[in-house]
């Protein structure tokens, strides 16, 4: 007879691969719809605070759509695209292309947002009772980079195409080179960022653009686990030192010339809206505000308007402008005083913590080849060192001059049609103080941390010889050394072994120890157990005296 097992067929549940790979959205469709949100939302931003301001504003020049215009063409500008303003008084239209820099990163911010979303066709929940069976591991994106970052950028030039247009039929009208440059340059650079980061930035793609550089250079600039490399590393250090000492360079002066600044700002508008709005650009002109700063330390300065230069050797007198508060920060006309000479202290300390930075990654070894788990490297040699410290400087400078090129721009024609810091003075002044301060800081440095551990080895080695003989000679009472009720010296030996009748107390209690250290100096055979066997004997002669 024939028996028949009934069995249940568990149906088993699609993999949460196959189930995020079925619920998503195509992942072309979710790059274009997340690079048109982000265009969108950043638009949306500019035009909710524009309409605020213009809400508030008591006397507004327009209806509702040329704030809307004007938003638009804020947000070209912060891109970097230059604007033509036509409502001028001469009626020439006049450029106007100083962009506020802290407006880039809410773009920049949402593409990578974007794009780092759109690699990760989002997850199916798959709630069949698996999960708890298995542990989550973490899977790789699921879209392709090249489908995300083109997805992202053509959804993001979809959204501002339009805007551009639009903008066009207000008073402040995008320049079309300009737009046509700076607007995808943007959309590219941050929607590669943001699928690089969803892929665990790799360090392949870095590799290939780094490719063009000597093989010698490229692990100064990235390492080979991908991280950023010694020279990088000091290149963002020097870069944060001197924004950070041009912002308190501007800070102080704004705080020296605190009436003026006040003043200026009552003086400009009236109302709360107004001061209001004039804050905000303020506030947006803060990281520009850092970059001039820096440029003034630095040297070459900044210029208010073509030929008006203002350095802390000079400042030539500028043309008239308006009372900005920032302005009030500008140094008076004539030569520099010893106070504004004091701010070529902000590059000295940038060299300084360059060289530090190379020298720490130099000389990793001497430092860190001891620590328990730690890997032994190479020591750099000194001109390994120095190469690293020019390529620091060179890097630092690249980007001082980059940052000094989009932080200036005209505001208007003729005379105002250059505001800023001139990049390649920059550069230079930036090469010429690093290389000069941050070279021979590196290698001396180095060669500080490389003589130090061996500087302290002899001193080791005695303080163990030291503690080994205190370990020996522990047993031996020493003189003034107090042992039990009273001072035991030469005299108050004698006396007590006279009042307790004789040595024999005091060489019993001794004779244990003697025989152990007798026992010792047999086992080691030594001369150091000779010494001590001469030294008990000694001893006796010395108690029982």
């Given at each position: 007879m024939a028996v028949v097992i009934e069995m249940t067929a568990r149906r088993r549940s699609p993999s949460p691969l196959s189930a995020r790979m079925r619920d998503r959205s195509p992942g072309l469709v979710g790059g274009l719809m997340g690079g048109a949100l982000a265009a969108g939302l950043g638009l949306a931003s500019f035009a909710v605070l524009v309409m605020l301001l213009w809400i508030s504003s008591p006397y507004p020049d327009s209806g509702p759509g040329g704030a809307l215009h004007v938003a638009a063409a804020l947000w070209l500008l912060a891109h970097g695209a230059e604007l033509v303003r036509t409502d001028t008084l001469s009626g020439v239209p006049a450029p106007l292309g100083l962009p506020p820099l802290l407006l880039l990163t809410l773009p920049v911010w949402l593409l990578h947002r974007a794009a780092r979303d759109a690699t990760d066709g989002g997850g199916g929940d798959a709630d069949d009772g698996f999960e708890d069976d298995f542990e989550a591991v973490a899977s790789p994106p699921l879209v392709s980079p090249r489908i995300a970052w083109t997805g992202v950028v053509l959804g993001y030039l979809a959204v501002a195409a339009p805007a551009a247009l639009y903008a066009a039929g207000g008073v402040l009208r995008p320049s079309w080179v300009w737009t046509a440059g700076w607007v995808p340059l943007v959309a590219v650079v941050a929607a590669a960022a943001g699928v690089w980061s969803a892929y665990g930035r790799p360090g392949r793609p870095l590799r290939r653009l780094l490719g063009v550089l000597p093989g010698a250079v490229r692990p100064l600039v990235l390492g080979p686990d991908g991280r950023p490399g010694v020279a990088a590393r000091a290149a963002a250090a020097g870069v944060v030192v001197l924004l950070g000492g041009g912002a308190l360079l501007?800070?102080?002066?704004?705080?020296?010339?605190?009436?003026?600044?006040?003043?200026?700002?009552?003086?400009?508008?009236?109302?709360?809206?107004?001061?209001?709005?004039?804050?905000?650009?303020?506030?947006?002109?803060?990281?520009?505000?850092?970059?001039?700063?820096?440029?003034?330390?630095?040297?070459?300065?900044?210029?208010?308007?073509?030929?008006?230069?203002?350095?802390?050797?000079?400042?030539?007198?500028?043309?008239?402008?308006?009372?900005?508060?920032?302005?009030?920060?500008?140094?008076?006309?004539?030569?520099?005083?010893?106070?504004?000479?004091?701010?070529?202290?902000?590059?000295?300390?940038?060299?300084?913590?360059?060289?530090?930075?190379?020298?720490?990654?130099?000389?990793?070894?001497?430092?860190?080849?001891?620590?328990?788990?730690?890997?032994?490297?190479?020591?750099?040699?000194?001109?390994?060192?120095?190469?690293?410290?020019?390529?620091?400087?060179?890097?630092?400078?690249?980007?001082?001059?980059?940052?000094?090129?989009?932080?200036?721009?005209?505001?208007?024609?003729?005379?105002?049609?250059?505001?800023?810091?001139?990049?390649?003075?920059?550069?230079?002044?930036?090469?010429?103080?690093?290389?000069?301060?941050?070279?021979?800081?590196?290698?001396?440095?180095?060669?500080?941390?490389?003589?130090?551990?061996?500087?302290?080895?002899?001193?080791?080695?005695?303080?163990?010889?030291?503690?080994?003989?205190?370990?020996?000679?522990?047993?031996?009472?020493?003189?003034?050394?107090?042992?039990?009720?009273?001072?035991?010296?030469?005299?108050?030996?004698?006396?007590?072994?006279?009042?307790?009748?004789g040595t024999g107390a005091v060489d019993g209690t001794r004779g244990d120890g003697r025989a152990r250290g007798d026992r010792g100096a047999e086992a080691t055979g030594g001369s150091r157990g000779a010494g001590r066997a001469e030294g008990d004997k000694d001893a006796g002669g010395f108690w029982s005296a």
């Open positions: 501007v800070t102080v002066s704004l705080l020296g010339h605190g009436a003026a600044t006040q003043a200026s700002l009552l003086r400009l508008t009236e109302g709360w809206s107004g001061r209001f709005a004039v804050l905000l650009l303020c506030v947006a002109l803060v990281p520009n505000a850092a970059v001039w700063g820096a440029a003034y330390a630095l040297g070459p300065g900044f210029a208010l308007g073509a030929g008006h230069a203002v350095g802390p050797l000079s400042s030539a007198p500028a043309p008239f402008l308006p009372p900005f508060p920032l302005l009030a920060a500008v140094p008076e006309v004539g030569e520099g005083a010893p106070v504004h000479w004091a701010a070529g202290a902000v590059p000295v300390v940038a060299a300084v913590v360059m060289g530090w930075t190379v020298a720490k990654g130099a000389a990793a070894a001497e430092r860190g080849g001891t620590r328990p788990g730690s890997t032994r490297a190479e020591v750099w040699t000194a001109g390994r060192t120095a190469r690293a410290a020019a390529l620091a400087a060179v890097l630092c400078a690249a980007v001082l001059a980059g940052l000094a090129a989009l932080s200036g721009g005209p505001i208007g024609s003729a005379v105002l049609s250059r505001f800023g810091p001139v990049w390649w003075q920059v550069a230079v002044a930036t090469l010429a103080w690093l290389g000069l301060l941050a070279i021979p800081t590196a290698v001396g440095v180095r060669a500080w941390r490389c003589r130090s551990p061996r500087a302290e080895e002899p001193k080791i080695g005695t303080q163990r010889e030291d503690t080994v003989e205190g370990a020996h000679g522990a047993a031996r009472p020493r003189k003034g050394a107090r042992l039990g009720r009273g001072w035991f010296t030469r005299t108050g030996v004698a006396g007590i072994a006279g009042v307790a009748g």
